[in-house]
C-alpha cells in the first residue's frame, strides 16, 4: 500500500508535485489549503476547508469530502475521477465527475445520521428525477424519503424531501418510519409519482406522492393499506412504473408491484389509470411468493414483473393492462456468495429497450469455483417468456477474489441494445475490512460486448463507514442508472469515514462521464 502523506501547507504540497516525482496519495488536513498532485496517477483527499486541488498529470483518483466548503479541482492531463460536494467547482478537464445530491440534515433521536441509502431514479428526456431514503433506522426504514431532480440531463440537480410521510417530514405527516422509494412518470397525465412503504403502529401503508415538475410534491395518497398478522410489516418492497408507449393500447396506466404479507406471503399488483391518484385492487401475480417485485414495459403494453422466489429469478405477464397475470416463467435459478458484513439480497433490475427486449440483471455466484464470490449476470427476452441462460457481464477475472453486487440496469430509449449497469466492486470476500467502490460498464450490442468497467468513487469505501441494520452493514438494497440526453446518468449510495457518532452516507450521482 502506498504511503499516507499529510500536506498541511502550500510549500509541502508543491514539494509533493515536484517534477519526476513518484505517484503518492496527498491526504489534507481539516483547513482550507492547496494541494498539488505529482505527474503520476495520484489519490488526493480534500478533508476540510476551501481547498484547492491540481492533479498534474496520470490517471488521478481526487476525493473532496462533504464539508460545505466551496472546493476548487483542477485535473490536467490524464483520465481522471472526482467524488466532489454539490458545491464544489470542478474543472471541464476532469473526465468522470460525481457529485453529492442530498444530505441528511435530520436529528430525531433513534435514527443513523448522517445516512442516505437505496436510490432509485427515473428519466424522460432531458429530466432526471432520483429519490432515497434519508436518515436509517437500524431496525428498519429512515425518517424520510428524499428527491434530487435534474433538468439538463443529470449535470446539475435540486434536491429536498418528501412533505406530510414521517412525524419527521415537514409538514409532518403520520408514519414513524418509511422505506424502499421508488419513482416512475405517467407521461399521459404529466405527472411524476414517488411510491413509498410508510411504517404506522399497528398499520402499514403504501403511499404515492406526486408532482407536475418533479421539484414540487403533494401530500402522498394511499394506494394500499393493511395491518400486519404480527409484529412485523404487512408489504414490502413495493415498485412503480408507468406505460409510456406511444403504440401501447394501455398508455397512462401505472402500475404498482409488491410483496403482499397479510394472510400469505405473495405477489400482487395495483393498478392506476389517472396519474397515481386512485388505484385499483390488488391482482395476484405469484401466489407462490417472492420479493424485489420489478414491473416493466414493452412497447406494445405487455407488462412483466420480475421477481426473486424461492431461489429463482422468474417474471409474470399482463397483456391486458394488469387485469390479470399468466402463470410466471422461470428464468434462472441464483445464488449468491455470503458478502458478510454487509447487507445484500438478490433483487433484480429490469428494464426495456425500444424494440421491446427485456433486460434482467442480479449478482450470482454461478461463475465462481465453489460459489467462491459474485459476478453480474445479464440474461435477455425478446417477449418475456423465453429467456436466455444468464451470461455473466465480464468485469474482472473469474479466478479474482473481487466481488461484484447490487447491479443496476438501464436501457437507452433512443437507441435499442444500448445499455448501462452500474453496480458496486469489493476488493475480496468476506468483506469485513474490504475496500468498496461504485463502477459503470456499458454495451452497445444489447450485452453481447461489453466496455471496460469504469470506476466512479475516487475513494474506496470501508463496511465500518456503513450505518447497521438487523442484516447487516447497508450499502444500499438498490441502486439506479438512466439515459438522459443520450448517456447514462447513474446514482448511488457513497460513505465517507464518520466523524464521531456521525456518519457520512449520501446519495451521488455522476454528472460528468466521457
Same mark, same amino acid.
Given at each position: 500500500?502506498?504511503?499516507?502523506?499529510a500536506?498541511?501547507a502550500?510549500?509541502l504540497?508543491?514539494?509533493?508535485?515536484a517534477?519526476?516525482?513518484?505517484?503518492?496519495?496527498i491526504?489534507?488536513?481539516e483547513r482550507?489549503?492547496?494541494l498539488l498532485g505529482?505527474q503520476? @496517477?495520484?489519490? *488526493?483527499?480534500g478533508? %476540510?476547508?476551501? !481547498?484547492v #486541488? =491540481?492533479a498534474?498529470?496520470? /490517471? $488521478? +483518483?481526487? &476525493?473532496?469530502e462533504?464539508?460545505g @466548503?466551496?472546493? *476548487?479541482v483542477t485535473? %490536467?492531463?490524464? !483520465?481522471? #475521477? =472526482?467524488t466532489?460536494?454539490? /458545491? $464544489? +467547482?470542478v &474543472?471541464?478537464?476532469c473526465?468522470?465527475?460525481?457529485?453529492a445530491?442530498?444530505?441528511?440534515?435530520?436529528?430525531? #433521536?433513534g435514527a443513523?445520521h448522517a445516512?442516505?441509502?437505496?436510490?432509485d431514479?427515473?428519466?424522460?428526456?432531458?429530466t432526471?428525477?432520483?429519490?432515497?431514503?434519508s436518515?436509517?433506522?437500524?431496525?428498519?426504514?429512515?425518517?424520510?424519503?428524499g428527491?434530487?431532480t435534474?433538468?439538463?440531463g443529470g449535470?446539475?440537480?435540486?434536491?429536498?424531501?418528501l412533505?406530510?410521510?414521517t412525524?419527521?417530514s415537514?409538514?409532518?405527516?403520520?408514519a414513524?418510519?418509511?422505506?424502499d422509494?421508488a419513482?416512475a412518470y405517467?407521461?399521459?397525465?404529466?405527472?411524476w409519482?414517488i411510491?413509498?412503504?410508510?411504517l404506522?403502529?399497528?398499520?402499514?401503508r403504501l403511499?404515492?406522492s406526486?408532482?407536475?415538475?418533479?421539484?414540487?410534491w403533494s401530500?402522498p395518497?394511499?394506494?394500499a393499506?393493511a395491518?400486519?398478522?404480527?409484529?412485523?410489516?404487512?408489504?414490502d418492497?413495493?415498485?412503480?412504473?408507468?406505460?409510456?408507449?406511444?403504440r401501447?393500447?394501455?398508455?397512462?396506466h401505472c402500475y404498482l408491484?409488491?410483496?403482499?404479507?397479510v394472510?400469505?406471503?405473495?405477489?400482487?399488483?395495483?393498478?392506476?389509470?389517472?396519474?397515481?391518484?386512485?388505484w385499483?385492487p390488488?391482482?395476484v401475480?405469484n401466489?407462490?411468493?417472492?420479493?424485489?417485485?420489478?414491473?416493466?414495459?414493452r412497447?406494445n403494453g405487455d407488462?412483466?414483473?420480475?421477481?426473486?422466489?424461492?431461489?429463482?429469478?422468474?417474471?409474470?405477464?399482463?397483456?391486458?393492462?394488469g387485469a390479470?397475470?399468466s402463470?410466471?416463467?422461470?428464468i434462472a435459478?441464483?445464488?449468491?456468495?455470503?458478502?458478510?458484513?454487509?447487507r445484500?439480497?438478490?433483487l433484480?433490475?429490469?428494464?426495456?429497450?425500444?424494440?421491446?427486449?427485456?433486460?434482467?440483471?442480479?449478482?450470482?455466484?454461478?461463475f465462481?469455483?465453489?460459489?467462491s464470490?459474485?459476478?453480474?449476470?445479464?440474461?435477455t427476452?425478446?417477449?418475456?417468456?423465453?429467456?436466455t441462460?444468464p451470461a455473466?457481464?465480464?468485469?474482472g477475472?473469474?479466478?479474482?477474489?473481487r466481488?461484484?453486487?447490487?447491479?443496476?440496469?438501464?436501457a437507452?430509449?433512443?437507441?435499442?441494445?444500448r445499455?448501462?449497469?452500474?453496480y458496486?466492486t469489493?476488493?475480496s470476500l468476506?468483506?469485513?475490512?474490504?475496500a468498496l467502490?461504485?463502477g459503470l460498464?456499458?454495451?452497445?450490442t444489447?450485452?453481447?460486448?461489453?466496455?471496460?468497467g469504469r470506476?466512479?468513487?475516487a475513494?474506496?469505501?470501508r463496511?465500518s463507514?456503513?450505518?447497521?441494520?438487523?442484516s447487516?452493514?447497508?450499502?444500499?438494497?438498490?441502486?439506479?442508472v438512466s439515459?438522459s440526453?443520450?448517456?447514462?446518468?447513474?446514482?448511488?449510495?457513497?460513505?465517507?469515514?464518520?466523524?464521531g457518532?456521525?456518519?457520512?452516507?449520501?446519495?451521488?450521482?455522476t454528472t460528468r462521464?466521457?
Open positions: 500500500m502506498r504511503s499516507v502523506v500536506v498541511a502550500l510549500g504540497a508543491l514539494a509533493a508535485g517534477a519526476g516525482a513518484s505517484a503518492r496519495d491526504m489534507g488536513s482550507a489549503e492547496r505529482t503520476r @496517477a495520484d489519490f *488526493v483527499l478533508r %476540510g476547508g476551501r !481547498d #486541488v =491540481v498534474r498529470g496520470g /490517471r $488521478d +483518483r481526487i &476525493a473532496i462533504q464539508d @466548503a466551496s472546493d *476548487v485535473c %490536467g492531463s490524464g !483520465d481522471d #475521477v =472526482v466532489a460536494d454539490r /458545491r $464544489d +467547482r &474543472a471541464a478537464d473526465e468522470v465527475v460525481s457529485r445530491l442530498s444530505r441528511d440534515v435530520a436529528r430525531n #433521536v443513523q445516512t442516505q441509502v437505496e436510490p431514479s427515473f428519466a424522460v428526456g432531458s432526471v428525477v432520483s429519490t432515497f431514503q436518515g436509517r433506522f437500524e431496525r428498519g426504514g429512515a425518517s424520510n424519503v428527491f434530487a435534474s433538468r439538463d449535470r446539475s440537480w435540486r434536491s429536498g424531501f412533505p406530510a410521510i412525524q419527521f415537514r409538514p409532518a405527516g403520520p414513524t418510519a418509511v422505506s422509494p419513482v405517467d407521461s399521459v397525465h404529466r405527472r409519482l411510491a413509498s412503504l410508510a404506522l403502529p399497528g398499520q402499514t403511499l404515492v406526486r408532482s407536475t415538475t418533479g421539484r414540487s401530500a395518497i394511499t394506494a393499506s395491518a400486519p398478522t404480527d409484529d412485523s410489516i404487512a408489504f418492497k413495493e415498485w412503480i412504473t408507468c406505460d409510456n408507449g406511444a401501447s393500447p394501455f398508455r397512462g408491484a409488491f410483496t403482499d404479507l394472510g400469505r406471503d405473495r405477489i400482487v399488483a395495483r393498478t392506476s389509470t389517472d396519474g397515481g391518484a386512485t385499483s390488488s391482482i401475480v401466489g407462490g411468493g417472492g420479493v424485489g417485485a420489478f414491473p416493466a414495459v412497447p407488462v412483466l414483473v420480475v421477481l426473486s422466489d424461492g431461489g429463482a429469478m422468474v417474471a409474470a405477464r399482463s397483456t391486458d393492462g390479470s397475470f402463470a410466471p416463467v422461470r435459478a441464483h445464488r449468491g456468495a455470503k458478502v458478510d458484513p454487509l445484500t439480497f438478490q433484480p433490475s429490469v428494464d426495456v429497450d425500444r424494440s421491446g427486449t427485456v433486460y434482467v440483471t442480479w449478482h450470482d455466484c454461478r465462481r469455483t465453489a460459489c464470490s459474485n459476478d453480474v449476470v445479464l440474461a427476452s425478446g417477449d418475456g417468456v423465453t429467456w441462460d455473466r457481464v465480464p468485469l477475472r473469474t479466478s479474482s477474489k466481488a461484484f453486487i447490487i447491479p443496476a440496469v438501464a437507452d430509449p433512443t437507441r435499442s441494445g445499455l448501462a449497469i452500474l458496486y469489493l476488493s468476506p468483506c469485513r475490512a474490504c467502490d461504485a460498464v456499458r454495451s452497445g444489447g450485452g453481447r460486448t461489453w466496455s471496460a470506476r466512479l468513487s475513494r474506496s469505501m463496511p463507514w456503513l450505518p447497521a441494520t438487523v447487516g452493514r447497508m450499502l444500499a438494497d438498490y441502486v439506479s439515459w440526453r443520450g448517456r447514462p446518468v447513474p446514482v448511488f449510495a457513497l460513505a465517507s469515514e464518520p466523524r457518532t456521525s456518519f457520512r452516507e449520501a446519495i451521488f450521482a462521464l466521457r
